[in-house]
Nanobody
Framework: VQLQASGGGLVQAGGSLRLSCTTS????????MGWFRQAPRKEREFVAA????????DYADSVKGRFTISRDNAKNTVYLQMNSLKPEDTAVYYC????????????????????WGQGTLVTVSS
């Protein structure tokens, strides 16, 4: 499964960005998806996750209320809408995928995921 993340860029604090992650996998609907990020000199961390069912999601405490993960199975795409961005959100953002047997299962650990995109850089200026 190949994942292609896009949508990163430079934005001022308080601004918004929408990241997209597209895959060519015809079975996209059978994958649970996640977003992670890695800031300079820091470890990669969980940001958001979504189950096969769009109604089942989870977020890191640091982004709750500001970020929204969603998916469009018809377009083989998962999104991360990021609002009220802060300088501490600056990082390379990665999307990840794994097969999921159950509609409502989502995953928040790096080791849960089998496939990773190449990352897209988000820079938030103060």
């Amino acid at each position: 499964v190949q994942l292609q993340a896009s949508g990163g860029g430079l934005v001022q604090a308080g601004g918004s960005l929408r990241l997209s992650c597209t895959t060519s996998a015809s079975t996209f609907g059978s994958y649970a998806m996640g977003w992670f990020r890695q800031a300079p000199r820091k470890e990669r961390e969980f940001v958001a996750a979504i189950a096969r069912s769009s109604g089942s999601t989870d977020y890191a405490d640091s982004v709750k209320g500001r970020f929204t993960i969603s998916r469009d199975n018809a377009k083989n795409t998962v999104y991360l809408q990021m609002n009220s961005l802060k300088p501490e959100d600056t990082a390379v953002y990665y999307c990840a995928a794994r097969g999921a047997a159950y509609w409502r299962d989502y995953y928040t650990r790096i080791r849960d995921y089998d496939y990773w995109g190449q990352g897209t850089l988000v820079t938030v200026s103060s």
